[in-house]
């Protein structure tokens, strides 16, 4: 197992809203990297869509940011972290839309 | 770093059909610890929304599905596995919709 049991998975999803612009996907990266150095973070993922197509697979979003905490508490100390504080300051104009999906085990 | 840089994330998010049905929720659960045993799959972490309530999170569905593979072609083969295939003609019928997010690096 790498994914402990009892952890905290926060996935989002970023619509560009110029997806067209490699500027802007290059800010979006760059900022999620300064990010990622949130303490509390305890391992991410920044990704692309993996080039699948099949009916039920949604492809049309430009980034995703997968983090695993320890716990929800993390997550929370995440959310009001400084360093993620100014990632929204920096990059919210960047983005038309993001869904967050957030999972803890059954 | 816990996820491996090349990795290949398949996040998948359930609605059942009876959203309440205590039932469905178990037997779509022990399907998918009986689809865990795929070989290719390097982890995964069965989860239910973790509780969290802003207007970017998407916690409506019921039931989500997070693997990590090696690469893109280990997630070709677990599509094609016998026991996936198993797992979706017995649990196909409970499900309302399926959504799919298929990520690798940038």
Chains 1, 2 share one sequence.
Not at 47 to 69: E, M, Q
Request: aromatic share 12%.
């Amino acid at each position: 197992m790498i994914i402990k049991k009892d952890a905290f998975i926060h996935h989002v999803f970023f619509w560009l809203k110029d997806a067209k612009s490699k500027e802007d996907l290059i800010k979006l990266i760059d900022g999620l990297k300064k990010l990622s150095k949130v303490p509390v973070i305890k391992d991410f993922h920044i990704g692309k869509p993996a080039g699948t197509n099949r009916n039920v697979i949604d492809n049309t979003w430009s980034v995703s940011w997968l983090l695993l905490f320890e716990n929800a508490d993390d997550q929370q100390m995440y959310q009001a972290d400084p360093i993620h504080l100014k990632f929204i300051e920096e990059c919210l104009h960047l983005w038309k839309s993001v869904v967050v999906y957030d999972t803890i085990n059954y």
